[in-house]
């Protein structure tokens, strides 16, 4: 039998030296049969391993080879991959590229590994995530999650840069804390959603289910801002003046992003254009120079673009035109 995992990834020297060890016989027991029920799993259901070129692409699936390894050797008698993830291992990424969701289950990497573990979402697709506890995060476009070292052992962390929807598995005995910019959000277990993109003056944050507890970190002081957000609150963080607005409304809308849906909420027309530039993943064209600072509010439910550019043009006294490679606003 013979093994190639192709990624040039300096991650990925525990994955090889595993895989070297059985190749060579070396292996252990362990470390043979976690490596025999991956292999057997791949085309269980039929399917065909991708041809992967893209180096990203051959690196992510070997991280997530990895770390079912690892958990494997540690945990031989715990699945903690869902049953269809581990028959999909190798051709996940193909329907990545077909533009569909993905999904990575992560499982209890932490007794194997003491690093940080780096998830994003490139410019193209959202990414659905199952982290270790059982929480579940869905990864707009262009977004980045970072799972703490110490996950799970007092407490579950992560750093969001993007935004994200959260369904948080209930854990009254470790709580799940959200760092984004200047904002913690803290969780026992609840769903909400976090936009909290680079690029955008603004944090936000919608409850629609549980309690969620917010507060900010300016110069190494923490201030507690929402004790107990519930079902139909926001939070808004305006990063520029550090003011923040507490509110009730539509929290649903606020995340009809997971369905694909484009809401412009409150937005500048700066921040219009990097929100089609994600939405439609074309470059806009704009002069930021001309951007007054007034704010607009209104969705869209998958209309085609030339229309949704002709609506923005009516609401906003600005040209939208859509183009094949970019979006152009005057």
């Keep these: 039998m013979s093994i190639v995992i192709m990624s040039d990834n ?5 994955l ?3 895989l070297k060890k059985y190749l060579k016989s070396e292996a252990d027991i362990e470390e043979c049969n976690a490596i025999n029920s991956w292999y057997h799993s791949i085309g269980a259901i039929g399917e065909e391993a991708p041809v992967l070129k893209d180096p990203d692409a ?3 699936l070997a991280e997530n080879i990895k770390l079912y390894l690892a958990n494997q050797i540690h945990h031989p008698k715990k699945s903690w991959f869902n049953t269809a993830y581990v028959k999909y291992a190798a051709v996940f990424l193909l329907i990545l590229s077909a533009g569909i969701v993905g999904y990575t289950y992560l499982g209890q990497w932490k007794q194997a590994s003491k ?6 979402s490139d410019g193209h697709k959202q990414k659905k995530l199952v982290l270790p506890d059982g929480s579940k995060v869905l990864l707009n476009v262009g977004t980045e999650l970072v799972i703490s070292k110490d996950f799970g052992e007092s407490q579950r962390q992560v750093s969001l840069r993007g935004e994200a929807f959260f369904e948080v598995a209930k854990d009254s ?7 984004s ?9 609840t769903s909400f959603n976090i936009s909290s993109y680079a690029d955008m003056d603004k944090i936000k944050i919608a409850v629609l289910t549980g309690k969620v507890a917010v507060a900010k970190n300016i110069a190494g002081l923490e201030e507690t801002i929402a004790g107990g957000m519930t079902r139909g609150t926001t939070l808004t963080f305006y990063k520029n003046t550090g003011k923040t607005q507490l509110k009730t ?35 806009v064209v704009f002069n930021a120079k001309t951007d007054r600072g007034k704010r607009y509010t209104i969705r869209f439910n998958k209309e085609p673009a030339n229309r949704v550019m002709e609506i923005l043009s009516l609401l906003t006294k600005r040209k939208f035109t859509y183009q094949t490679h970019q979006i152009t606003i005057k």
């Design 173 to 179: 005995n470790r709580p799940f804390i959200i760092q």
């Design 115 to 120: 690093k940080e573990i780096i998830l994003f």
């Design 16 to 18: 090889k030296a595993t």
């Design 181 to 189: 910019g200047a904002l913690r959000t803290k969780v026992l277990g």
């Design 10 to 14: 300096n991650k990925q020297k525990e």
């Design 249 to 283: 409304e539509d929290t649903e809308l606020v995340s009809s992003w997971k369905d694909n849906k484009l809401y412009i909420d409150n937005s500048t027309l700066s921040e219009i254009a990097r929100q089609l530039e994600r939405y439609y993943h074309l470059k």
């Design 58 to 60: 051959k690196a992510e």
